[in-house]
């Protein structure tokens, strides 16, 4: 359902790329919370948690709630699911359907954090992959019934990585929460995340060299082709099997020598995760499962399921770059966080406009706040 890694580049910079795999387009939009914004995170039974953004951030967001003509939908109802802050910190949520579990004990007189504004938390207070793991350590963070997800229990799991090479897995598995270096800065769903790192022992004999000849008893066999290096890799698209493609086009993709040739190596890496529609399926009697969304619905028109790479980001860590594209492009557009600074108020654009955009969107989303206000 998604996949997430961290390219270096000769020099060392990291760059993030993610994709997002669903059944169906849902309403995301492109989102920039600019320094101060206020942020007021509930958890049921709880005291409210509020705080400002400290670092702007931009993000790709989601909803919390179905809107109605009473209530429209304002900024403090967008949920960060991928975003970069203006320090290079990283945030990325990815489906984990087994977080659920035993609730954490904590007081009821204590202000908690609502796990779905871990996004908002991470992004808007932190710098770096250290400063994040030393405040989880003091904050409670409770898990939700999401009623926009039928009332699923926020069934996720999270990476944050940073500037300086840091990577960092927030885990809930069964209501506990755990928290991991991850050395390999790759990301995919379940299994747990040690479990896809002890599972990575069984590919020790991966490399990227070629061994186009072989002798066999008096045949002497010689490959025709380039390529037979990746003939090791796990071929589905399941989690585990990804998990490991990440790893080795992570490990192995050629090391770009400037930031631009690093940001078209990952996109051509990246490539390979993509998921067009049909290409798996499945049928409701087969028993297949898909996150079910309130107020949206699958094609009514297909008899089955198929999930898709509903949008693809790419994040510059060091120049605070943000590209993205959608299913219906394959060119990325980008948003230049730098140029975003001296847009103080909050500004959104759906996440389907940006076809329409020019390459360099930076530009329309600070337009779309001042059309909005006209």
Not at 57 to 71: G, S, Y
Not at 232 to 238: A, D, Q, R
């Amino acid at each position: 359902m998604c996949t997430a890694l961290v390219y270096g580049d000769a020099a060392g910079r990291s760059y993030l790329g993610r994709t997002l795999e669903l059944t169906m387009d849902l309403p995301y939009e492109v989102a920039w919370f600019p320094a101060g914004f206020p942020v007021t995170s509930q958890a049921p039974g709880h005291p409210a948690l509020a705080y400002a953004v400290d670092h702007a951030f931009l993000a790709i967001t989601m909803p919390w709630r179905v809107p109605t003509p009473e209530a429209p939908l304002g900024m403090a109802d967008l949920k960060v699911i991928e975003g970069l802050n203006d320090k290079g910190l990283t945030f990325s949520l990815l489906s984990y359907p087994a977080a659920a579990g035993r609730a954490q004990g904590v007081e009821m007189t204590r202000a908690v954090l609502a796990a779905s504004d871990l996004g908002s938390w991470v992004l808007g207070r932190f710098a770096s992959v250290a400063e994040v793991k030393a405040a989880l350590a003091a904050q409670p963070v409770v898990l939700e019934a999401l009623a926009l997800l039928q009332g699923a229990v926020s069934p996720f799991h999270y990476v944050v990585n940073d500037a300086a090479g840091a990577s960092l897995v927030i885990e809930f598995h069964k209501g506990e929460m755990q928290l991991y270096d991850n050395p390999v800065r790759v990301m995919t769903n379940g299994p747990r995340f040690d479990w896809h790192l002890t599972n990575l022992d069984n590919y020790t004999f991966l490399s990227n060299v070629d061994r186009p000849a072989a002798t066999f008893g008096g045949y002497a066999a010689r490959q025709p082709d380039s390529g037979i290096a990746t003939a090791g890799l796990p071929s589905s698209s399941t989690s585990v099997g990804r998990f490991v493609r990440a790893v080795y086009y992570a490990e192995f993709a050629e090391k770009a020598d400037t930031p631009d040739g690093a940001v078209n190596a990952l996109a051509h890496v990246m490539n390979t995760f993509d998921r067009p529609r049909g290409v798996s399926i499945d049928y409701p009697s087969e028993g297949g499962g898909h996150m079910e969304v309130a107020g949206l619905k699958e094609d009514a028109a297909r008899p089955y399921a198929t999930e898709f790479t509903s949008w693809t980001s790419l994040s510059d860590l060091g120049r605070l770059l943000f590209f993205v594209r959608d299913y219906a492009g394959m060119n990325f557009t980008r948003f230049d966080l730098a140029a975003l600074r001296d847009a103080a108020q909050p500004l959104a654009l759906p996440l389907s406009r940006l076809s329409a955009l020019p390459a360099d969107a930076t530009g329309s989303l600070k337009a779309a706040a001042k059309a909005e206000a006209g």
